[in-house]
């Protein structure tokens, strides 16, 4: 049963929970139009060791839609938010595209709140990225109500590299249909009215897996690269011949490297691991 946070910055937040409450908090965040359920797929494969929470960010799925708040900043904060609501002092941060946007601003904004960073499918300085102006422009600025069904299939078709499931699809095609024109442009309007912050991932000193599939259409090599040289430690898993969504793609292996990586990282002491970050082994 899906439950709801209200948060001090005044969003009222709609999320799955799975887990313990006694296991390593992951906060998933997904990508611009999706929803908690962009990860309805992983939630059951999480080993008991993991306490998860899956959150539909302002704006999506049955979360508040305010007019105003759709910064990186604004959705920072609103992370931040969450976590006193659950009780988390930390998390690890998984976020999906314009979720792993928001997971960065968190990571620079509020380290000392984060176990680990896990990007997927991540841009970097997208803010001036001159294929997101003219998506904006081309497509967005004349976006209204009630959005086609027949173009919102295609938005998300557009994320894959091969088939995923039938119903799951549906599910997301739904979620994004709840998006109201207004959102849809103020969340990307969000994107190009953040400031470049990149350099600022230099000082994120948390263990750090970038997740890219080579076949993304939206976020490219370049990219990942630039993420890189960046974040001090990262690393970077490349599925070859998957999409933008390769969680939905292949939610076990995504899963699995997931988890391989945090019980590395959160048990070697790099960094010195915290009580609430340690991830037993898989």
């Known amino acids: 049963m899906n439950k709801f946070a209200t948060l001090s910055t005044g969003a009222r937040l709609e999320y799955a929970e799975s887990g313990p409450g006694g296991g390593t908090p992951i906060v998933f965040l997904h990508g611009a139009t999706d929803s908690w359920r962009s990860f309805e797929r992983v939630l ?3 080993p008991p060791s993991v306490h998860a929470f899956a959150v539909s960010q302002r704006g999506h799925g049955e979360s508040t839609r305010p007019q105003t708040g759709y910064r ?18 930390r998390a690890v941060v998984v976020g999906h595209s314009w979720g792993a ?17 896990v990007l997927v499918g991540a841009f ?5 990225e001159p294929s997101l102006t003219d998506f904006f422009n081309s497509v967005l600025t004349g976006l ?10 295609a938005w998300q078709l557009g994320t894959l590299a091969h088939p995923m499931p039938a119903d799951h699809l549906e ?61 001090p430690g990262a690393r970077l898993a490349v599925y070859e011949r998957s999409g933008h969504a390769l969680h939905w793609e292949d ?32």
Not at 72 to 89: C, K, M, P, R
Not at 185 to 192: E, I, S, V, W, Y
């Open 171 to 231: 599910s997301v095609i739904s979620e994004t249909l709840k998006v109201p024109a207004r959102v849809w442009k103020a969340a990307f309007a969000g994107f190009l009215e953040t400031p470049d912050f990149s350099a600022r991932l230099r000082d994120v000193r948390v263990p750090t897996l970038m997740l890219w599939g080579d076949r993304d259409v939206f976020s490219n090599r370049e990219a990942q690269d630039r993420l890189l040289d960046l974040i």
């Open 124 to 128: 970097a300085n997208v803010y001036h």
């Open 44 to 46: 059951p494969l999480l």
């Open 144 to 153: 209204a109500d009630p959005i086609d069904r027949t173009f919102v299939r």
């Open 101 to 117: 946007s928001v997971a960065q601003r968190f990571a620079v904004d509020h380290q000392d709140r984060v176990c680990a960073l």
């Open 72 to 89: 990186l900043t604004d959705l920072s904060d609103d992370l931040d938010a969450f976590l006193d609501v659950v009780g988390a002092e």
């Open 251 to 282: 939610p076990l292996r995504f899963t699995r490297d997931l988890m391989t990586f945090l019980s590395e990282r959160l048990t070697t002491g790099e960094p010195t691991p915290h009580e609430h970050c340690v991830v037993a082994a898989v």
